[in-house]
Every structure is written in C-alpha cells, then in structure tokens.
C-alpha cells in the first residue's frame, strides 16, 4: 500500500509561482513513475504532468509546457510540480498519482495510488 500525501497548494496571483509537493510512503517509491493531475470545478480529472523512476522522462500536457516542471527526490520519497506563471485558469484541486509498474503515460487509469489533493487558486 502507497499513500500519498500533497501540500503547497494556496491562493496566488496571477503571474506568481507555487510549489506543490507530494510524499510517499513506502520503500520502492524509486521505481513508481509519478503523475500530477488536477481537477478544476465542474470538470473532469485532467493530467497536467508524469515523471519516470529516475527523473530522466517527463512529459507534460500542452497547456502547463514551459511553465511547470515536475521533478523527485527518491532520496526523499517525494515528486514536486513548480508552477511559475501561473493562470486562473491553473485554478484547480491538484493531486499527485503513483504507477507501481513505472509505465511512461498519462491515463488515470494507468495510476493505482492517489492523493487527496491540494487546492491551487489563482486571482486574476
């Protein structure tokens, strides 16, 4: 069993930058790929980002390319997703998924383990 624990989010500018953190219990967190998603009201789960066992494949959704980067500590258990030039439309509850099986894609259905998210606001 994985459990995965987010915080960073809060309420922000537009324009100003957030760090989200997630951390995970367990000892092979090192071979989990790891997904960050985010859920904005009245919509569906959407991936927004996914980052290999060892950092070296990422992969991000068109509407967050160049302004956020998903990275992990294995040292620490834990995955991170900077946010820099954030948007309202960024205005969404955030939430970090692990892949046991360390498969490179972004279909929710792909992630066994999820967070209970953290809720990211941006003002215009």
């Known amino acids: 069993q994985v459990q995965l624990v987010e915080s960073g989010g809060g309420l922000v500018q537009a324009g100003d930058s957030l760090r989200l953190s997630c951390a995970a219990s367990?000892?092979?967190?090192?071979?989990?790929?790891m997904g960050w998603f985010r859920q904005a009201p009245g919509k569906g789960r959407e991936f927004v980002a996914r980052?290999?066992?060892?950092?070296?494949?990422?992969y991000y959704a068109d509407s967050v390319k160049g302004r956020f980067t998903i990275s992990r500590d294995n040292a620490k258990n834990t995955v991170y997703l900077q946010m820099n030039s954030l948007k309202p439309e960024d205005t969404a509850v955030y939430y970090c998924?692990?892949?046991?099986?360390?498969?490179?894609?972004?279909?929710?259905?792909?992630?066994?383990?999820w967070g209970q998210g953290t809720q990211v606001t941006v003002s215009s």
């Open positions: 998924a692990a892949d046991p099986r360390g498969r490179l894609g972004w279909a929710k259905s792909q992630y066994d383990y």
């Open positions: 367990g000892r092979t967190f090192s071979s989990y790929a």
């Open positions: 980052i290999s066992w060892n950092g070296g494949n990422t």
